[in-house]
């Protein structure tokens, strides 16, 4: 298996821009002096299933601004996170790698300075590179280490920086601090934090960011407020949801679904106004049709219906997340059905503005997909599961399978070389994912077809080998 420190030693170890090509390096350098290279601006949201977006078929009216966006850009139907728990899914976003590779593979494991992210990447371009909110890619093994984040954890957002390391520990709905780039808070009261987010975002679209920029806004909404143990909505606004749709998949498990809906629907009402107010900004500013807008989230959902806390499962309401691209070569007016990766993301977004996908990066560009190259797309996402188990999982266009590790502990083993069969689901049949079918002889072909497949990913993307066994007690 390739160490975390083995791979900072090899290519891992180099800047983006140090894999550039001289003949990349030439365009990074025309396109430097050119100013219609595309702004980047990643709304970035926290534990927000796919299924609360008008575009996706929800009913609940949330997401008018998005689902205006999506008809007008990209709406990637099938998009998969890496790892459905913050931290890692976060490393994965900004690298573009999976967790053996970054070294963040659960919450509070910091991600190593020598690890390249996409903010390198342009800031190696001559972007001006930004970013707002939550970030959880600081070691945090003390409560001091919640809040400010030292220069050098910062993931390369260099030239603007306004977050908190732990934003839920640093500030609860109405009040809090975000931490500037030496260290100082800069605190709100009074105002909803999703609100506060977006005036700093727009103070940087007005009068700091300069153009070509790449600003990530990472919000805290519509994850629960860990200290409260709940989900907050801006005020008045759970009331608008009360008694509200239930997505099947939640209806015949017990969980705390029917308490938290209407603030968790509440906050993503709140966001996606929010969302109008950035869009509305761009336009203001004259940045708008020059900007890429990307719309995701880190991971799903399930309200304590799969485990004991919201998420660390291999369910869809865990894994499926909402992705949207507008903008220079995205407003398309399309549904891309294809399987696709949370680690897809940076590789796409450098793809789209003329940088080189460096090596060590195991995402994928998704612009072929937008011209219909589809022939040579695997049409599945390999997922990683820490904390809750050790586990690996494959979702494709029909099933979901995962194995799980059951003599290691999700909390302090990484990996290993021994799986067990745990869980398949036929979305064909089942897509609200009701009954495994996992030890059901009518599936045994088709377990063992995903189990060699899962294999066959654990090998290239961990770079080990390792044994998954049937389930037992077929029937």
């Not at 967790?99 to 190696?124: D, M």
Request: net charge negative; with cysteine.
């Amino acid at each position: 298996m390739l160490s975390r420190r083995d791979f900072l030693k090899g290519a891992g170890a180099m800047a983006f821009g140090s894999v550039i090509t001289a003949q990349a390096s030439a365009q990074v350098e025309a396109q430097s002096s050119s100013p219609s290279r595309p702004n980047v601006l990643i709304f970035f949201t926290d534990q927000q299933r796919w299924d609360t977006v008008g575009a996706y078929g929800s009913p609940m009216g949330l997401t008018p601004t998005l689902d205006a966006m999506a008809r007008r850009g990209t709406l990637f139907g099938n998009a998969v996170t890496t790892q459905p728990v913050c931290a890692p899914a976060r490393a994965c976003l900004w690298t573009g790698m999976y967790q053996n590779r970054h070294g963040v593979w659960c919450n509070g494991l910091g991600l190593s300075p020598e690890i390249p992210t996409i903010a390198h990447a342009f800031k190696g371009a001559g972007y001006t590179v930004g970013y707002i909110g939550k970030w959880h890619l600081a070691s945090h093994s003390k409560p001091e280490q919640f809040g400010a984040v030292p220069k050098e954890a910062r993931g390369g957002f260099e030239d603007f920086w306004e977050a908190s390391n732990v934003l839920e520990h640093t500030s609860h709905p109405y009040e809090g601090a975000l931490y500037d780039s030496e260290g100082k808070p800069i605190r709100f009261e009074g105002i909803y934090r999703t609100d506060f987010l977006t005036q700093r975002a727009v103070r940087f679209l007005k009068e700091v960011g300069k153009d070509p920029f790449l600003l990530a806004i990472s919000y805290l909404e519509p994850h629960h407020q860990n200290d409260m143990n709940r989900y907050v909505a801006p005020e008045g606004y759970a009331k608008r949801y009360a008694n509200p749709f239930v997505p099947e998949d939640l209806r015949p498990f017990p969980g705390d679904w029917y308490s938290e809906l209407p603030d968790y629907y509440g906050c993503i009402a709140r966001l996606d106004e929010n969302l109008a107010t950035i869009l509305q900004t761009l336009a203001e500013t004259g940045k708008l049709e020059n900007t890429i807008v990307v719309f995701v989230s880190d991971h799903g959902c399930h309200f304590r219906t799969r485990n004991a806390e919201y998420k660390r499962s291999p369910h869809e309401s865990s894994i499926h997340i909402p992705l949207v691209i507008a903008g220079p070569g995205f407003n398309r007016s399309l549904v891309i059905p294809e399987v696709v990766s949370l680690a897809d993301v940076t590789p796409t977004l450098l793809d789209a503005v003329g940088l080189p996908i460096p090596p060590q990066v195991q995402g994928h560009s998704l612009l072929p997909l937008l011209d219909r190259r589809v022939d040579t797309w695997r049409n599945e996402a390999f997922i990683q599961i820490s904390e809750s188990m050790v586990a690996r999982a494959l979702r494709t266009e029909r099933y979901t399978y995962c194995a799980v590790a059951t003599d290691r502990n999700g909390a302090t083993d990484p990996n290993s070389d021994h799986y067990t069969d745990w869980y398949l689901y036929d979305l064909y049949v089942d897509p609200k994912q009701l009954v495994n079918l996992v030890a059901r002889r009518p599936y045994e072909a088709v377990a063992k077809e995903l189990r060699e497949r899962l294999r066959a990913r654990i090998a290239e993307v961990e770079g080990i080998e390792v044994r998954i066994e049937p389930a037992r007690f077929y029937v």
